[in-house]
T-cell receptor
Framework: SQTIHQWPATLVQPVGSPLSLECTVEGTSNPNLYWYRQAAGRGLQLLFYSVGIGQISSEVPQNLSASRPQDRQFILSSKKLLLSDSGFYLC???????????FGSGTQLSVL | GNSVTQMEGPVTLSEEAFLTINCTYTATGYPSLFWYVQYPGEGLQLLLKATKADDKGSNKGFEATYRKETTSFHLEKGSVQVSDSAVYFCALPDNYGQNFVFGPGTRLSVLP
């Protein structure tokens, strides 16, 4: 079955610093990959999704970007973090229509 | 497009109480329906799913029935435990099948 590795688990960064969060998937090939953000006490916000290598769709305009350099690798980046970027970031994958989403364990990002 | 409406909490219950979390949906066709659970500090995990009308999904004592007539997928459990304290999300695929639409989440707290 699928396994999602997401790191780091916790990250504290100063405003204006860069960001790189990595997500890798095992146990499947050619998955759809997703980055979600969850602000404290709130629901899920879809940030980016990818249906293949180099294919990125952005759902929300912001100072974040995503890349998919390999089939099972999905990276979330920022050149300069804002306070509002704080939140819980979740990577997820899915194979096939009507199939469930598998989620990683998340990264708690605090921008100070 | 497809959408989901979910009762927002928080919901606070005593141990062994009966739980209902309401979820209604709007969808093109008859997509699969899902309930996800998020324990504190963790990613989401699938709790149960139903793939067609009148299907009942069940897991860990939780149940939900896919009701086409009322476009509902309410989550129920006959006797909650302290360990059920978590946030519960109702979800379904979007119109195009590439992404998921999530409800806002319902925070459940079970007191001993």
């Amino acid at each position: 079955s699928q396994t999602i590795h997401q790191w780091p688990a916790t990250l504290v960064q100063p405003v204006g610093s860069p960001l790189s969060l990595e997500c890798t998937v095992e146990g499947t090939s050619n998955p759809n990959l997703y980055w979600y953000r969850q602000a404290a006490g709130r629901g899920l916000q879809l940030l980016f999704y990818s249906v293949g290598i180099g294919q990125i769709s952005s759902e929300v305009p912001q100072n974040l970007s995503a890349s998919r350099p390999q089939d099972r690798q999905f990276i979330l980046s920022s050149k300069k973090l804002l306070l509002s970027d704080s939140g819980f970031y979740l990577c997820a994958c899915r194979t096939g229509l009507n199939e469930k989403l598998f989620f990683g364990s998340g990264t708690q990002l605090s921008v100070l | 497009g497809n959408s989901v409406t979910q009762m927002e909490g928080p919901v606070t219950l005593s141990e062994e109480a009966f739980l209902t979390i309401n979820c209604t949906y709007t969808a093109t066709g008859y997509p699969s329906l899902f309930w996800y659970v998020q324990y504190p500090g963790e990613g989401l995990q699938l709790l149960l799913k139903a793939t067609k009308a009148d299907d009942k999904g069940s897991n860990k004592g939780f149940e939900a029935t896919y009701r086409k007539e009322t476009t509902s997928f309410h989550l129920e459990k006959g006797s909650v435990q302290v360990s059920d304290s978590a946030v519960y999300f109702c979800a379904l695929p979007d119109n195009y099948g590439q992404n998921f639409v999530f409800g806002p989440g319902t925070r459940l707290s079970v007191l001993p």
